[in-house]
C-alpha cells in the first residue's frame, strides 16, 4: 500500500460512540454470573458449540467484522453472554467485493486478532439469516491467556469477489468494537495505520434524490395507507421527507422479474408506509452519530448521509431506479420535514 491512500480517522467519531455506548449500557439487562457459570461447566475447547443437559445450546462465535462492536450487535438484538478479545490461527482477514466487506480465509502460518462472543441457539440462527452470502466455518481461535478453543466464523460463499478496500465507516465501526473488548493495541494500529480504506463523504458531497415535487405535501396517514396491506393502494417509501412510489413489477417472464419480487418483499415488510431513515440506520450503522432510539432522533445531517447511501445502493443496481418515482414531501406537524440536503 503507498502511503498516497487513505487511512482511517477515528477520532471524529470518538464522542458519539461513547455517547452511543452509553445508550447501549442502560438497555442491556446483563446475564446473571450463575447462568454463565452453568452454562460453562458444559464447556468443551475442541467444539464451537455448548450443549446443556437439557439440549439447550450455545455457540461460540469469531466476529471479524462489524459484529465486534457492541452497538453493532446491539442494533441486531444480539446480547452476547459473554465476549472477549482472542487471536485466530492460521488464517487471514481480507476485504472484499462491493463495499469492501470482510471475510476469512486459510493462511498457514498467519493469523488476526477478532472478538469471540457466546450467542444462544435462537441467536445464532438470526444471525445465520442476517449473514445469508457467508456460510459458518469452524475456526481455531487462542485467548490473550493462551487458552484454545474452537469457533465459528462466517466466510463468503462467493470467493471469486475481487479484493476492495472498506469504508472508512466500516473499518472505524470495526476498530471501535476492537477497542471496547479490549483488543490487542497493537493490532487495533496495524488496522489504523496499514488498512487503507474509501474515505468517507464530506456532507456537501452527498447525493440527493432529485425531481422531488416541491409542491405536493402528504402526511403521516396517507404514508400508512400504502403500507403495502392494500393492493389498491402503491407502496410507498419516505427517505429523508421524500417520498417515493413504486411504480409495479416487471412482467412474469422478465429477466428482471424474480430479482425484483424479492427486492419487492424486503421493502414491503420492512419500509412500506412508513419513514425508513430510522430502519436503515440500524442497519447502517455509523459511528459518528449517536445512536438513535426513534425518528426524532436523526439529525438532518444524519437523515442526508442516509439518503446518500440508499442512492449508491440503488445506483449499484440501475433497475431498481425505474422502478420507484419521488412523488412528494412529507408533512409532519404542519411543517414540510428538512430534506433540502
Not at 477515528?10 to 447462568?35: G, M, P
Not at 462465535?61 to 462492536?69: D, F, H, K, T, V
Not at 445512536?291 to 449499484?316: C, F, G, I, K, Y
Request: glycine content about 4%.
Amino acid at each position: 500500500m503507498t502511503n498516497t491512500l487513505h487511512r482511517l480517522n477515528s477520532s471524529t467519531s470518538e464522542a458519539n460512540f461513547k455517547l452511543s455506548c452509553d445508550v447501549v449500557h442502560s438497555k442491556i439487562i446483563r446475564h446473571d454470573q450463575s447462568l454463565i457459570d452453568s452454562i460453562l461447566a458444559h464447556d468443551n475447547p475442541q467444539e464451537p458449540i455448548i450443549t446443556l443437559p437439557d439440549g439447550q445450546k450455545y455457540f461460540w462465535y469469531l466476529a471479524i467484522g462489524s459484529m465486534n462492536n457492541p452497538i453493532s450487535l446491539y442494533l441486531r438484538d444480539l446480547i452476547p453472554i459473554i465476549s472477549y478479545p482472542a487471536i485466530c490461527l492460521n488464517h487471514r482477514v481480507i476485504f472484499r467485493g462491493v463495499g469492501g466487506m470482510a471475510d476469512i480465509e486459510s493462511c498457514e502460518g498467519s493469523e488476526f486478532d477478532g472478538v469471540v462472543h457466546l450467542l444462544s441457539e435462537e441467536q445464532m440462527n438470526r444471525l445465520d439469516k442476517m449473514e445469508m452470502s457467508y456460510e459458518r466455518i469452524i475456526v481455531p481461535v487462542v485467548n490473550y491467556q493462551n487458552q484454545s478453543h474452537s469457533a465459528y466464523a462466517y466466510k463468503m460463499t462467493i470467493t471469486s469477489h475481487p479484493d476492495n478496500l472498506p469504508s472508512e465507516r466500516y473499518l472505524d465501526i470495526i476498530v471501535k468494537g476492537c477497542e471496547y473488548y479490549g483488543v490487542r493495541p497493537d493490532y487495533i494500529k496495524r488496522l489504523r495505520e496499514e488498512q487503507a480504506v474509501t474515505p468517507r463523504k464530506e456532507p456537501h458531497m452527498y447525493q440527493s434524490i432529485n425531481d422531488v415535487p416541491s409542491d405536493v405535501l402528504y402526511t403521516i396517514d396517507d404514508l400508512v395507507k400504502h403500507n403495502g396491506s392494500d393492493p389498491n393502494y402503491a407502496i410507498w417509501i419516505c427517505i429523508n421527507g421524500k417520498i417515493l412510489e413504486h411504480v409495479g413489477l416487471p412482467p412474469s417472464d422478465s429477466p428482471e422479474y424474480e430479482a425484483q419480487k424479492q427486492f419487492h418483499t424486503i421493502i414491503q415488510s420492512r419500509f412500506a408506509g412508513r419513514e425508513a431513515d430510522f430502519e436503515i440506520a440500524k442497519a447502517i450503522y455509523e459511528p459518528l452519530h449517536k445512536l438513535p432510539l426513534n425518528e426524532e432522533d436523526l439529525t438532518d445531517e444524519h437523515r442526508a448521509m442516509l439518503e446518500d447511501h440508499h442512492l449508491s445502493m440503488r445506483s449499484r443496481n440501475d433497475q431498481n431506479n425505474k422502478y420507484w418515482k419521488p412523488i412528494g414531501r412529507l408533512r409532519r406537524s404542519n411543517k414540510i420535514t428538512n430534506s433540502s440536503l
